[in-house]
């Protein structure tokens, strides 16, 4: 009778109306919209790329290609593991036949490979959108060796431990004798998802700050109608870079919060919003920034260095180009010209 009861106080926490309902109905709803407005964002993105067909955005391509094939793994992933687990809480809660639960607690081979499935196409994600955010650092800072290598190296860091811990937690999970290694990848994984967000920021930053800086440029050549223009930029650029960062602090305040005991029952799951968010970001820079028309192409907002020349002779007109390497003659796909009356 007293390991009843003790079976009964163990799955207590998790065969609640907030577990068993609200919880599993809120995080699944706020995922698909979240990925509903992802797909099509990636299709207007896509559609964008492959307008502007030039070997300079051939990395962005496969780069939102693969994030939204990411995505895809991550979502469904998330729908198969969070369905199943729902049923299995309901039907403890229902027949209050607990021993099917509290096996599926204490190890479930299923659990471990949803698990897995969901950490690690997380971490991907955020891989490849750091190759995204990192090259356009780059190219925008002037195409500095030594900058690209730092970035790289703190993202290569970053999203190292994020893999090592992702395998920690698959290990733990794996083997209940293993739990210790389970409790420690999840002090770690918190850690590292805070941190990862900071960098991703600070990029976002990086970037937008760059293109600000230009802008001053930019305003003392051609006025005021072309400050509007980097405003614009920067703006996008800013906005939709602290995404990610946003949803992962929140997600973390939240679990802090209503889940101090790491029994995983929150009303809703933020960190499914900002894994998703880590892919959509990046993408969503690209379809603002081209979409509002206040560049020629994206190639534009990518590469702004510029090279200011004298207006030629007998003309009223002021010319900036965007050559996308300063240190050779820019191609015809390198130079945009804009020109405006004085």
């Known amino acids: 009778m007293s390991s009843d009861s003790g079976l009964e106080e163990f799955v207590a926490p998790f ?15 706020l995922m698909l919209v979240v990925y509903g407005m992802y797909a099509i964002i990636f299709g207007f993105c896509v559609n964008i790329l492959f307008q502007r067909k030039t070997s300079k955005l051939g990395l962005y391509l496969a780069c939102t290609i693969a994030l939204f094939v990411l995505a895809n793994i991550y979502v469904w992933s998330v729908v198969w593991g969070m369905v199943r687990q729902t049923i299995i809480y309901f039907q403890a809660a229902k027949t209050q036949d ?56 703190i993202a290569f860091v970053l999203n190292g ?7 920690m937690v698959v290990i733990g999970l794996g083997e209940p004798s293993k739990r210790d290694i389970f409790i420690v990848a999840n002090t770690i994984g918190g850690g590292w998802s805070i941190t990862s ?48 960062p946003t949803t992962v602090i929140a ?26 968010m880590s892919g959509l970001a990046p ?5 603002r920034v081209a979409h509002g028309k206040q560049v020629e192409s994206v190639q534009q907002m990518m590469s702004i260095n510029f090279a200011a020349r004298e ?6 007109a002021a010319t900036v180009d965007f050559p996308t390497h300063p240190d050779r003659n820019p191609s015809r796909d390198d130079i945009e010209a804009v020109q405006l009356e004085k």
């Open 98 to 153: 607990y021993e099917p639960l509290a096996e599926y607690l204490v190890h479930d081979n299923r659990k471990t490979v949803w698990t897995a499935l969901t950490n690690l196409s997380g971490i991907f994600m955020n891989c490849v959108a750091d190759i995204m955010l990192i090259h356009r650092c780059y190219v925008l800072w002037g195409s500095n060796r030594i900058f690209l290598y730092v970035l790289a190296f």
């Open 197 to 244: 967000a900071v960098f991703n920021g600070l990029l976002s930053l990086l970037t937008a700050g760059r293109i600000w800086w230009v802008s001053r440029e930019a305003r003392q050549l051609m006025g005021t109608r072309v400050n509007a223009r980097y405003k614009t930029i920067f703006a996008a650029i800013l906005e939709s870079g602290i995404l990610y």
């Open 251 to 276: 997600a973390m305040v939240i679990v802090t919060v209503l889940d101090p005991h790491n029994y995983g029952t929150v009303p809703v799951d933020l960190s499914v919003v900002s894994t998703l």
């Open 283 to 287: 993408t969503l820079i690209i379809v």
């Open 161 to 167: 431990l994020g893999i090592a811990v992702s395998i």
């Open 311 to 316: 207006p030629q002779s007998g003309t009223n």
């Open 15 to 29: 065969i609640t109306v907030q577990e068993v309902v609200v919880g599993p109905i809120a995080t699944l709803s």
